[in-house]
Structures are given as structure tokens and as C-alpha cells.
């Protein structure tokens, strides 16, 4: 997580500094463990070895705390969302894919970087379960970027044929392979202990994602022609 730096600050300020720090990083751990509104000041404040007047000393209340986490948690999707999306627009479907999946499956090494990641999809997973005004912005800066990057890709692969259901029905495929093996680990059978796993399974959701779109591709072709066959006859019994 990034903290406040503090060189150059009086020693009362750098006080200040790490007290609202210790707060931000409790407040993200009990915010993802338990939602915004089962958590407490009083909780928080705990937490952070702080005084319950903290809170309102450097947030407001709160729910400017909670902004603020959130918005701390966004600055840092935004950043991880454009290196996932930073792909010459000359590659191909299969390399703009694969370097999507890789952001996702082939996680850094350091600890301290996955726990926060972990904590971050927490509160994203119940922001959207249990909106707050901050929905709109999640939504907003990193679930419509994402879905139209990989809405993109499944276009290229389907071609003008492909309805808008069938766009939607891959992205979703697509961003649930990448993300559920990252989520809820435990819940899934494979293991992906190593960065060699992590590669080879980032391979393996490209290859197969790419065979399954090829092959709706192919349906919606057939669908498209037996639709064009329908409308003739019919127009040629209404002729005759």
C-alpha cells in the first residue's frame, strides 16, 4: 500500500501523518473483512491505536474515511487496469488477450502487494453487493474500461456477425476465468503456487477462450444464414 511520505515534515505533522496512515490501513482491512456498514469508529479506531476523535479529525466521519479508501483502492486499479490494457493495437486478439490474462493470473510476489490486492476485491465485491455513492464510480473507472477492452477482442474474434448477447456472454467468460482463480483460491480445484503455473494457465484460458469464441462465431454465422434462408422463402412464397 502506498504510504504518505514524510521527509522534510515537522516531527507534531509526522505524527499526524502516520496516525491518519495507521487509519487508512485499518480502516481497508475491516472495510474488506466486514463492509462499511458493519464496521465501527470505534472498531477502526482500535485498530489503528488511535483515538476515537482521529476519525473525525482527519476524514470528517465515517464515511469520508470510507471515500477516501476507495479512492485510494481506484488510484490503484487504474494503474494496474492501464498496464493490463497497455498492448500495441497492431497485436492480435490471441496477444492482447494473453497479456490481459497474464496481468491477472501472474500476480507480483510480493506479499504485502497480493494482501492489499485481496483487500481491494473485497471491498469492490461488497461495494457492488451493497452499494454505497461510491458504486457509481467503481462501475464507472473500472468495470466499463475492462469490459469494453475485452468486448473489443471478442468483436475482432466474431466478427460483425456477433450479437450484442453473445459479446457480453464471452467477456463475462473471459473475466471470470481470469479473476476467480486470483478471488477464492480455495475454492478452486487447480493450484497455481508457482509463476510457471500462473503462465501456463494463463495460456490455457487464451487457448480456450479463443476456441470457444471461434466457435460461437461459427453458430452465430450458421444462425445469421438460416435467419437470411427463412426471410427469402418467405419472400418468395409472399411473390408467388
Not at 498492448?87 to 490481459?100: C, K
Request: with cysteine.
Amino acid at each position: 500500500m502506498k504510504r504518505a511520505a514524510t521527509k522534510g515534515i515537522p516531527p507534531a505533522k509526522r505524527g499526524e501523518a502516520a496516525t491518519r496512515e495507521r487509519l487508512l490501513e485499518a480502516a481497508t482491512a475491516l472495510f474488506a473483512e466486514h463492509g462499511f456498514r458493519h464496521v465501527t469508529v470505534r472498531d477502526i479506531c482500535q485498530r489503528a491505536a488511535a483515538n476515537v476523535a482521529a476519525i473525525n479529525y482527519h476524514f470528517g466521519d465515517k464515511a469520508g474515511l470510507y471515500r477516501v479508501v476507495v479512492e485510494r483502492a481506484l488510484d490503484t486499479v487504474r494503474e494496474f487496469d492501464a498496464a493490463s490494457r497497455n498492448v500495441s493495437p497492431r497485436a492480435t486478439p490471441r496477444e492482447r488477450l494473453l497479456h490481459y490474462a497474464k496481468s491477472y493470473l501472474v500476480l507480483a510476489d510480493n506479499p504485502e502487494v497480493q494482501q492489499y490486492a485481496k483487500q481491494i476485491r473485497e471491498i469492490f465485491r461488497r461495494e457492488l453487493s451493497e452499494p454505497s455513492a461510491m458504486r457509481e464510480r467503481l462501475v464507472a473507472d473500472v468495470l466499463t474500461p475492462r469490459w469494453r477492452f475485452l468486448g473489443e477482442i471478442v468483436k475482432d474474434v466474431l466478427g460483425p456477425a456477433a450479437t450484442r448477447e453473445v459479446v457480453v456472454d464471452c467477456v463475462f467468460s473471459i473475466q471470470a476465468q481470469c479473476l476467480i482463480p486470483v478471488a477464492t483460491p480455495a475454492f478452486v480445484p487447480i493450484r497455481l503456487e508457482t509463476r510457471a503455473d500462473r503462465e501456463r494457465f494463463a495460456e490455457h484460458v487464451v487457448t480456450f477462450s479463443l476456441a470457444g469464441m471461434r466457435a460461437r462465431a461459427v453458430e452465430t454465422k450458421v444462425s445469421s444464414g438460416r435467419g437470411t434462408m427463412r426471410r427469402a422463402k418467405r419472400a418468395r412464397g409472399a411473390q408467388g
